[in-house]
Nanobody, 123 residues
């Protein structure tokens, strides 16, 4: 069990940057595969980025490659999403998610989700 909370979204101008953080409540993230997803208004929730337990393996959606970076600090029990060169089309509610005890390098299954944080990119 456990949950994750994504925090520190906000409003930013196009071309700007923002960092999202996801801190776990009630569990240790160090053995979990973690991911970030986003859901734009009226659209489905889509994968953005994922990172394995050690941080050595990451994956990204094509739409964010080269602009976004996922990382983790297991000592702080936190996962980050650094978002650079933001575009209006990045506007969405961003969610972090975790797969418990999974040590593989990629997954499509997640066991728990954060409550989401809104990121708005103005043009």
């Amino acid at each position: 069990s456990g949950s994750a909370a994504g925090v520190w979204g906000g409003l930013v101008q196009a071309g700007g940057f923002l960092r999202l953080s996801c801190a776990a409540s009630g569990r240790t993230l160090s053995n979990d595969y973690m991911g970030w997803f986003r859901q734009a208004p009226g659209k489905e929730r889509n994968f953005v980025a994922g990172i394995n337990w050690s941080g050595r393996s990451t994956s990204y959606a094509d739409s964010v490659k080269g602009r976004f970076t996922i990382s983790r600090d297991n000592g702080k029990n936190t996962v980050y999403l650094q978002m650079n060169s933001l575009k209006p089309e990045d506007t969405a509610v961003y969610y972090c998610a975790g797969r418990m005890g999974y040590i593989g390098v990629i997954t499509t299954r997640y066991d728990y989700w954060g409550q989401g944080t809104l990121v708005t990119v103005s043009s």
